[in-house]
């Protein structure tokens, strides 16, 4: 697991190849990633937007940005956390992601960025 903490607050990632929702033949790869957001300071904070950029080992990158994560803008306060489970699919079988998301601390509404640690996409039978 990968973790990294910004202004109080903590990001883990693990990631999970998904042989039966990819197709290798037409260079289709489909990855799970869980991430779990805890909040490790004394405010409480709002999670507002995602900015992800995305790589594949064969030089293309890309961006998606967009208001929360899984459709939720979720309140986490100190000492809770929140977890969620998305995927990216690659046209390689391996690449990496990282990002940050745009946080709101709820006490003075200051808005602050927390960075998403770079993660690694690695189909199994590469690590071989």
């Not at 202004?7 to 037409?26: C, F, H, L, M, R």
């Not at 260079?27 to 300071?41: L, P, Q, R, S, T």
């Not at 939720?72 to 046209?91: A, D, M, R, T």
Request: charged share 20%; glycine share 8%; hydrophobic share 35%.
């Amino acid at each position: 697991m990968i973790n990294t903490i910004t202004d109080g607050v903590k990001v883990s990632v693990e990631t999970i190849y998904q042989p039966e929702y990819s197709n290798p033949a037409n260079d289709h790869f489909m990855f799970a990633y869980k991430i779990n957001i805890e909040n490790v300071g004394n405010h409480a904070v709002q999670l507002m937007r995602r900015h992800w950029s995305i790589f594949d080992s064969n030089g293309t990158q890309r961006e998606v940005e967009g208001e929360g994560v899984v459709g939720l803008q979720p309140i986490i306060e100190p000492g809770q956390s929140h977890e969620y489970v998305s995927g990216c699919n690659l046209k390689t079988d391996m690449g990496s992601m990282k990002g940050e998301y745009q946080m709101l601390r709820l006490m003075d509404h200051v808005l602050f960025d927390v960075k998403i640690p770079e993660f690694y996409l690695i189909a199994p039978y590469k690590l071989n």
